[in-house]
Nanobody, 123 residues
Framework: QVQLAESGGGVVQAGDSLRLSCATS?????MAWFRQAPGKERECIAA????????YYANSVRGRFAISSDSAKNTVYLEMHNLKPEDTAAYYC???????????????????WGQGTQVTVSS
């Protein structure tokens, strides 16, 4: 069983930056960052392939967020810049059990999840 642990969340002001980290206990397939605001569904905001060569960004974060991975450390990062109040949510790291031919963005495709880290952006 692979375990994921997120860190790096916090309370910031609009326009600030944060970096989230997701450390995994073992090798996984593709990885992604999801977020879930109260009363809303969990949405994929960024994903990265096992090789690191393919990435996906939701329209809401493209140009402001960047996902990257360090295979030597079994860690995935999410750099978040120009944060907005609408970015406030619980952020979750997810990992697939194997590599997909096409980078998945559905929560159902991710088997392993971290406990989540809260990001709160004040205006």
């Amino acid at each position: 069983q692979v375990q994921l642990a997120e860190s790096g969340g916090g309370v910031v002001q609009a326009g600030d930056s944060l970096r989230l980290s997701c450390a995994t206990s073992g090798r996984t397939g593709d990885m992604a960052w999801f977020r879930q605001a109260p009363g809303k569904e969990r949405e994929c905001i960024a994903a990265i392939s096992w090789s690191g060569r393919a990435t996906y960004y939701a329209n809401s974060v493209r140009g402001r967020f960047a996902i990257s991975s360090d295979s030597a450390k079994n860690t995935v990062y999410l750099e978040m810049h120009n944060l907005k109040p609408e970015d406030t949510a619980a952020y979750y790291c997810g990992a697939t059990p194997f590599r997909y031919a096409t980078l998945p963005t559905r929560a159902a495709d991710y088997r392993y999840w971290g406990q989540g880290t809260q990001v709160t952006v004040s205006s």
